[in-house]
């Protein structure tokens, strides 16, 4: 499982998402993998960026973590995900969803 936080003010385009995917994926030794993300510093996510997100095949789940109305707008963004996505306010939740997945419940 790969937690993903954000510098306060970050507006994701496709490049970023592209290569958090690609470097990602090199850290989990290219096996498919759960990631956790943490929505509190992105202030926009471009389309472009969350299809990149959504359509990534190497991802088990998405469980993105925040509880503002901005953080309910960006994980929206996910519902067209080819995995499962969710969000959540509580982060063990979130864990504890991601890890089913993990474990192939």
Request: glycine share 6%; proline share 4%.
């Amino acid at each position: 499982m790969i937690r993903l936080t954000w510098q306060p003010g970050t507006i994701v385009e496709v490049e970023d998402a592209q290569d958090v995917l690609e470097s990602s994926f090199l850290f989990v030794d290219s096996v498919p993998y759960a990631i956790l993300i943490d929505l509190g510093g992105i202030f926009s996510i471009s389309a472009a960026a969350s299809h990149a997100f959504a359509d990534d095949h190497r991802v088990l789940a998405a469980a993105m973590l925040g509880d503002t109305p901005v953080d309910r707008v960006l994980a929206a963004q996910s519902s067209r995900a080819i995995h499962s996505t969710r969000l959540f306010s509580s982060e063990p939740d979130a864990i504890a969803w991601l890890a089913g997945y993990l474990l192939g419940e």
